[in-house]
């Protein structure tokens, strides 16, 4: 029989994997199949109302500057974003989406509230109350545990270059 | 005054759905309901409602929406939304 924290450890996994897939997967069947998950995250952090500097976005990603710079001239080029010079500092560059990008974004925040509806909706209100604050909770803790690496120069990067490893150890 | 506002907003909507749906003006009634009686799907849907945001320069979250049931319910959301605009 597998221990509370096995259980508890393969579900966290399994659970953040299969989001991932099932959006990647809806992403790809759907009106969006040009954009990758990485490029509609993009989307979402600029947001479908004002527009926001790179910088700005960028750390809200957790990527570089250099980084954010390159996905987004990508989107640019699909056009799904616009990005402007700031009329009072033209130092500042500034990005907001288009009429496509506002309507991925969109799309993409009814997926994410229809997954949690249908996950919601099998429980009644007092069980609700309870799952949304141990979930609250286990979003904090992970929070918590991320911000420890506060500093790292690109905590993003560097998990993408484990993730690369251990994938060629395994090869 | 009120009387008046309300039916250019209400004007303004139907002329935005019904390009957005590509459906006569006249096929579009005030009561219709707007899950069931008329033919959205969720990009349509998304696409009339950035229309009427930027229509009148007004935010208008999922949360929002959730409460809209018929084409009367987002004209009076709109008229709310930019009272005193």
Sequence with gaps: MKSEEEVMSEAL????ENVVLTEEKSLQAGYFS???????HTLTAIGPYESRTM?????DLGITTGTLTVAIDRLVKKGYVIRQRD??????????????????CRMNSKFHRVLAKHILSGYNEE????????????????????????GAVNVRKTAMEVAKDSKKENE | MDDSRREQIYKEVIRILSADLEVSAEDIDTTMDLNTELPFDSLQLYEFV???????????????????????????????LTDGK
Excluded at chain 1, 87 to 104: C, E, F
Excluded at chain 1, 141 to 146: D, E, G, R, S, T
Excluded at chain 2, 54 to 67: F, H, R, S, T, V
């Design chain 1, 13 to 16: 996994v399994r659970i953040f």
């Design chain 1, 34 to 40: 040009d954009l990758s998950i990485a490029e509609m």
């Design chain 1, 55 to 59: 910088t700005k976005t960028a750390e």
């Design chain 1, 87 to 104: 009329t009072n500092d033209k130092r500042v560059v500034r990005i907001s989406l288009t009429r496509n990008g506002k309507l991925a």
């Design chain 1, 127 to 150: 069980d609700r109350k309870h799952l949304l604050a141990l979930v609250n909770e286990v979003d904090v803790y992970v929070a918590q545990q991320l911000r420890r690496y506060d």
């Design chain 2, 50 to 80: 950035i229309d009427l945001e930027e229509a009148y320069n007004i935010k208008l979250p999922d949360e929002m929406l959730d409460q809209m049931k018929t084409v009367d319910d987002i004209v009076n959301l709109i008229m709310r």
